[in-house]
Structure formats: structure tokens, C-alpha cells
């Protein structure tokens, strides 16, 4: 987690930093977004966000911080159980629904915009039919990230100049989970899983 603390640190310095210089030419909006992830599994369903966003000029560049509160889920499948002859005797939908903060730090120049963005889940669990347990290694075997650290790009399409579109991809740089694999005579064996990409459509709304 001290990475995580220090990433947030120089993310509040720079955010408090920019708002000082920018003054009076800077904008602040609404963003709305549809997302779908993808990890190891199934490409998840559902990613709805909501949050605030700020447009900073920087000499011909934006800096563009936003602060956003997610609910998605990560992966939905369906898996077969059997019996003890490999029979198929029912499925069960398989699904990881969070909560999320979400903070993208990216800059932009005319329609093109990168940067850095994590995220931090809230209440991760791993679902199968109704039946929902957390996934803080404790009820499962597998364990969330503590957060997610990407690479973002982003295309925007400017309608007016308080309203615009934009569609994203953030690269996951971090394993999603640890699955911890209980041993007998050997210690415990954590397997980490593949990185979560992102793909996300918005819509931003300047009111200020």
C-alpha cells in the first residue's frame, strides 16, 4: 500500500497545483461511462460510472483529472457441475461484481488524451448464482488487488465546447487477483492472475 499512498500524494499535489495555476480559463463537468473489462474470462457485462472532471490548461496542452465512483462487474460466465462420472448435473452464472473510486490523471492535446489511472475496489466479490462471498482471501481462495494501475488513452469528440464524447482503453499493469492454493507438506502457493484491460465510452458535460 505504499505505492498506493504515495501515487495518491503526488496525484493531490498535482490536481491542488494545476487548479492554482489554471484560474479563472479552467473547466469542471460531469462525466457519464459505459465500460466492459476484461481479464481471464469472460469479457464483464456491466461498468457504470459516474464522477466529476476537470479541464486544467497548461500552455497548448489540458491536464485533465477526474474523480469517479464505478459499479461493474469483471467477468460473467456460466460453469457446469458434474458429478463424480464427469455428468454435467447443473451450471451456475459465475460473476465478480465491485464498487470502485476511480482516478484517471491524463493529458490532453487537441483530441487525444493519455495518462495514468487507478482504481481502488470496494467490496469485491466472487458470485456463483446468488450466492456472494468477499474476496478478501479469506471466504475464497482468491484475493483482490488492493487497486489497479493502467496506462490510459483516450480519443475525444468535441460536439461543443462544454459537451464531448470520448472512448478509452486503459492497460492494466497489475494482477486483478492472487489465488492462494492451500499446499500440505509444501507452504501455500499464490498464483497471480492476468492484468484487467479496460475499454470505456463517456460522455462529458462542462458546467463550470
Known sequence: ????????????????????????????????????????????????????????????????????????????????????????????????PEFAISIPLMFKFLYIAAGVQIDIPIAPKECFDNDCLSMNGKETINKRSDYDLGIVFSFNHIITPNLALDFRYVYGTRPHHTTKLPGTSLPDVEIKSKKMDLFSFGIKYFFL
Open 1 to 96: 500500500m505504499n505505492t498506493l499512498k504515495k501515487f495518491m500524494f503526488a496525484a493531490a499535489f498535482l490536481c491542488a497545483a494545476t487548479v492554482v495555476n489554471a484560474g479563472n480559463s479552467m473547466k469542471v463537468g460531469a462525466r457519464l461511462s459505459y465500460s466492459m473489462q476484461s481479464i481471464a474470462y469472460d469479457r464483464g457485462m456491466l461498468g457504470l460510472g459516474a464522477g466529476l472532471a476537470v479541464d486544467a490548461p497548461i500552455g497548448p496542452i489540458f491536464f485533465s483529472p477526474e474523480l469517479a465512483f464505478l459499479y461493474r462487474n469483471n467477468w460473467s460466465t456460466t460453469l457446469k457441475l458434474l458429478d463424480f462420472d464427469e455428468n454435467i448435473i447443473g451450471t451456475v452464472d459465475y460473476t465478480q
